[in-house]
């Protein structure tokens, strides 16, 4: 089955500075890449995906970048802000089958001092 | 504005205990998943549900039990609760890959924190 890495565990970083955050994953046939936000006390929720046919997707400050080959992906936060602290979770999934399953990583803790 | 709601926001329990968790959405979707929490270790799935009366087993469902009667509704059921089982406890829903308006987005609930004594 799918299992997913994720690094690093915790991230402390300065206002305005930016984030990167690395996930690898080991089903070569997973064509679905979410990463999910949760804020300290509430329920993670979807903040950007990026599935296999594309290589970067960018959502104003956020952005994702795929490498298939490698089988890693990341997510870059840019000109980071106190509320963008939170654990930031990767997941990856096959998409083409006829259910989907996430596997999510273990999580990553950013902590934006202002 | 969907909406997942997990019935008990924190419980303590004894060992040994009969334990559920319920959870109910409102967007009509068809699928229905119970992940645990633990730091360290991410979101597990223990779960799923794809359809009213179906269920499948996710990476950790020894000790667990799910029931999903109606199409909103999907409860957790810890038969005889261990302390190894106090966590905090996921719900989420989506839509079915089948209907066209499929992200796959997950929408989770607040979360259950579990105490087992």
């Known amino acids: 089955g799918e299992n997913v890495e994720q690094h690093p565990s915790t991230l402390s970083v300065q206002e305005g500075d930016s984030a990167v955050i690395k996930c690898t994953y080991s089903d070569s046939a997973s064509n679905y890449f979410p990463w999910y936000k949760q804020e300290l006390g509430k329920r993670p929720q979807l903040i950007i995906d990026?599935?296999?046919?594309?290589g970067e997707k960018k959502d104003q400050r956020i952005a994702v970048t795929l490498n298939k080959t490698a089988k890693h992906f990341s997510l870059h936060i840019t000109e980071t802000q106190p509320e963008d602290s939170a654990v930031y979770f990767c997941?990856?999934?096959?998409?083409?089958?006829?259910?989907?399953?996430?596997?999510f990583g273990t999580g990553t803790r950013l902590l934006v001092s202002p | 504005d969907v909406k997942v709601t997990q019935s008990s926001r924190y419980l303590v329990k004894r060992t040994g205990e009969k334990v559920f968790l319920e959870c109910v959405q409102d967007?009509?979707?068809?699928?229905m998943f119970w992940y645990r929490q633990d730091p360290g270790l991410g979101l597990r799935l223990i779960y799923f549900?794809?359809?009213?009366?179906?269920?499948e087993k996710g990476d950790i469902p020894e000790g667990y039990s799910v029931s999903r009667e109606k199409k909103e509704r999907f409860s957790l059921i810890l038969e005889s609760a261990s302390t190894n089982q106090t966590s905090m406890y996921l719900c989420?829903?989506?839509?079915?890959?089948?209907?066209?308006?499929?992200?796959?987005?997950?929408?989770f609930g607040e979360g259950s924190r579990l105490t087992v004594l």
């Open positions: 990026i599935r296999s046919n594309v």
């Open positions: 989420a829903s989506s839509f079915s890959k089948i209907f066209y308006h499929y992200t796959g987005e997950l929408f």
């Open positions: 549900s794809y359809d009213v009366k179906m269920k």
């Open positions: 967007m009509d979707h068809e699928n």
């Open positions: 997941a990856a999934s096959r998409m083409n089958t006829g259910f989907q399953k996430l596997v």
